[in-house]
């Protein structure tokens, strides 16, 4: 069986995830820690436990229970003061408590969701992502990063305070894979927070297998606004060392007209900028469904559909 | 196999249950709605659910899952928002929210904690229990009972609003039972809120099955102060219409002296004084074990113990 592991974090590993899943394949995920927004980030602050939404996402990803225990672990509490709790994200950190280690909290949640593949945390030690803009204000944390508008007009650093051992779990994982997936996936707030972790864009580098970058379908306003392919692999090459990717893929498919008429407001369409070989175009874009209860949908209207997706990734694997 | 129901709710059942299901029976748990108490009350109001808390220790009870997850069920949240929520309390909220009926969540969780048997809510109506005293004073809810210390003054009525419809569930579990189980459990708090729903005493009375009425080893003090066998069994016959068991199991063991100077702030021993052929007396205590994460358990310090409850229940089982 084909070992993939995915690196990123949040709703673009969701569907990379949800797509490769139907796949007889040796998954695992890699998933930042740096989240300290919403419920994650009240329970960090209240529990001091590590963020555990983004592992959520990745865990339902990739369970096989029924859709009622998937539904559970989105569910969230609406009143008092649990509001804005999702179930799931209470689940591992009372797991955290109960077993004193977040790794465990994973695997237990992994068995309770009858997962397939793997969730690994990019490190286990706490840490806060910051970054430090042109016009020197500092970010502090993911979400204030989220939120920014600034980005665009430049930043001098981004890095993780204090600066994290790598969970050994990753390298392992990178360096034993047969596909690694980059992407998709927040720029700033997803992918490059692995790749601060020590150790990580080394293990990329140098592991032996094959290489994809997904790019993301959207630029953020105010965060990567008229970014082009290349733009983002530059940003990723920053923090890497090197380019060390086999395969592009980019979204060739156009959205309706009226459908980026509602997104104009978060961004605009990546557009392509570059001709090599190892670009694979393909159309990629997911139906519209507006499903209101699952809430990590609602951030991104346009977005990859998992099946088309896993079907450009599974080209790859079966040539391999 | 032998089909038992325990009728009760709260810590007592949970000494029953998890003794009787090291046996090979059919397990039914009858359980109070009227806890509002704690992380249970604060549940209900936010969130407008079902109280959770007593269906939690009887799911625990019957669980066969491993160590770690019944003590995630019992885990408690200790800071913030979520301070003094128990797990166990917010999965079967959020599972009830998510499928729109705490008795689908029972069932759910259920499922996730592999119980082998059944808990059944006396009703499914939202209720609260009230008190009416001797001197006027009414108490609202079964956390303020619970509380009182002038229950022992005399009560002038005790029940339930709005009067809820029985669960069918229950009286058709009563029906078919071969062994009822009353008590031990808080007489105004646990078992007497189980009689006040309509058709349960007459379920009682009426059902096929051999019935024991188990006494509780201790008095509450400024509610069943000075009780002996016979008032217990006075009170429950008040609310049963009348005597239907066949067998008064007692405790005769003496707890050590300085355990009975600890507990004296609490109540007294309750001391026998019925001498009928029905009566069964045994050694039931506990030993003493101070288990602190075991919340449900630090209520009472001098209690059942479940192998020897068990197995006077099972000799009368053995011979039906």
Same mark, same amino acid.
Not at 46 to 52: N, R, S
Not at 185 to 190: A, I, Q
Not at 298 to 305: M, P, W
């Given at each position: 069986m084909k070992k993939v592991v995915v690196i990123g974090g949040g709703t673009g590993n969701f569907v990379v995830l949800q797509g490769l899943k139907r796949y007889p394949l040796d998954l695992t995920a890699i998933v930042s820690m740096a989240d300290d927004g919403g419920s994650t980030g009240v329970l960090r602050d $209240?529990?001091?436990? #590590? +963020? +555990?939404g983004d592992v959520r996402q990745c865990l339902v990803a990739l369970s096989h229970s029924s859709h009622l225990m998937r539904s559970l672990m989105n569910y969230r509490f609406e009143n008092g003061?649990? &509001?804005?709790?999702s179930f799931g994200n209470l689940l591992l950190s009372a797991l955290e408590k109960v077993t004193g280690s977040f790794e465990r909290a994973v695997e237990e949640a992994g068995k309770i969701l009858y997962i397939r593949g793997k969730v690994i945390p990019v490190t286990m030690h706490q840490t806060r992502l910051r970054m430090v803009l042109n016009n020197q204000q500092i970010l502090e944390g993911e979400r204030e990063i989220y939120l920014s508008q600034e980005i665009d007009k430049g930043y001098q650093k981004i890095y993780l305070e204090p600066y994290p051992k790598v969970n050994q779990h990753v390298i392992d994982s990178i360096a034993t894979a047969d596909l690694l997936v980059v992407g998709p &996936?927040? #720029?700033?707030?997803?992918l490059i927070p692995n790749l601060l972790v020590e150790g990580v864009g080394d293990a990329i580098c140098n592991a032996k297998a094959r290489k994809v970058f997904v790019v993301n379908l959207m630029n953020r306003k105010g965060?990567?606004?008229? @970014? !082009?392919t290349h733009d983002y692999l530059k940003e990723l090459i920053r923090f890497l060392g !090197?380019? +060390? @990717?086999d395969h592009i893929l980019i979204n060739v498919q156009r959205p309706a007209k009226d459908l980026m008429d509602v997104y104009a407001k978060e961004g605009d369409l990546v557009e392509n900028d570059l001709a090599e070989k190892r670009l694979i175009s393909a159309e990629l874009l997911g139906d519209?469904?507006? $499903? +209101?209860?699952q809430d990590l949908m609602?951030?991104?209207?346009?977005?990859?559909?998992s099946k088309k997706l896993a079907q450009e990734l599974m080209k790859i694997v079966d040539r391999l």
């Open positions: $209240e529990l001091g436990v #590590l +963020p +555990p003061g649990l &509001g804005g709790h &996936g927040g #720029l700033y707030t997803s965060q990567t606004s008229y @970014f !082009k !090197k380019d +060390p @990717f519209l469904h507006l $499903e +209101p209860k609602k951030r991104s209207l346009i977005r990859h559909d």
